[in-house]
């Protein structure tokens, strides 16, 4: 494992909890949402009245819903619900509006509906947005205590805002916990390196940077020249010189750019 997990992020988790715990219990909120669910119910409806079906001959005939089995009814209804609830719960997430991602999550679960990964993606997502990290690392906890996988994509957000604040430590506990769940990490360790890089935090980023080089992990071509130039002008040439070995060892020779890079710190 190239990074381990620290003991900030709270692993081993806390005992499995219900979805409807996430934050101080409260019950569904009294909103009314007669439209939009409505038209999801009349639309499930319709598809299951009469249902075309391609025999082996490859003639059509159809079906009414007596003939029907109804736990396929309700399936049709349930997708046809899970897909308006998820509409109004990206929509918010995108706005960065945590609570009212919460609100429609809540209704989800009135609705009998179990929130899923892609849903706490939302939440963690608007959390993001909004600047609450610690909401969203509380969110990012709860979803796996309750047995769920979280999407790549969770994590990548989960980076991305520590990097932009130069939370290396908090980026890495990230990186550990996808280490844990046998995710694919170089994309996240390239955006942790690349958005301390473009905020400052030139230090960090060389240690992350050299921690999962010396993992295993791979640059872009992009990133090494990102790096090797950022630490020329701060006039690090130790780090600079480190890093084009590790670009070299990788199996990207030095070309005139880099030298020059290197050479005009000595000038200095």
């Known amino acids: 494992m190239i990074f381990k997990t620290h003991s900030r992020m709270a692993l081993p988790l806390p005992p499995a909890v219900e979805f409807p715990h996430l934050g101080p219990s409260r019950a569904p909120r009294q909103r009314p949402r007669p439209l939009r669910v409505a038209m999801a119910v009349g639309a499930a409806e319709k598809k299951t009245r009469r249902r075309k079906q391609t025999g082996d001959d490859g003639t059509s005939s159809y079906s009414s819903p007596s003939i029907s089995p109804s736990g396929s009814q309700v399936t049709v209804l349930e997708k046809s619900l899970r897909l308006t609830f998820m509409e109004e719960l990206m929509e918010r997430a995108r706005a960065g509006d945590a609570a009212g991602v919460l609100d429609v999550i809540y209704d989800m679960v009135a609705a009998g509906i179990n929130p899923g990964p892609r849903s706490f993606h939302g939440l963690i997502v608007s959390q993001v947005l909004s600047g609450d990290d610690e909401g969203a690392m509380q969110s990012l906890r709860r979803e796996l205590s309750a047995g769920l996988r979280p999407v790549h994509e969770t994590f990548v957000a989960l980076i991305r805002l520590f990097g932009s604040r ?66 020329c002008k701060a006039g690090d040439h130790s780090n600079a010189l480190t890093i084009a070995y590790e670009m070299e060892a990788a199996g990207r020779m030095a070309t005139t750019f880099h030298f020059n890079c290197l050479l005009s710190v000595q000038v200095q």
């Open 166 to 231: 130069g939370s290396a430590t908090r980026g890495l506990e990230i990186l550990a916990a996808m280490e844990k769940l046998n995710f694919d990490i170089r994309k996240a360790w390239l955006v942790l390196v690349e958005e301390l890089v473009n905020n400052k935090h030139l230090d960090d980023a060389n240690q992350v940077f050299l921690k999962g080089a010396e993992g295993g992990l791979r640059a872009t071509d992009e990133l090494y020249d990102l790096l090797i130039e950022e630490d």
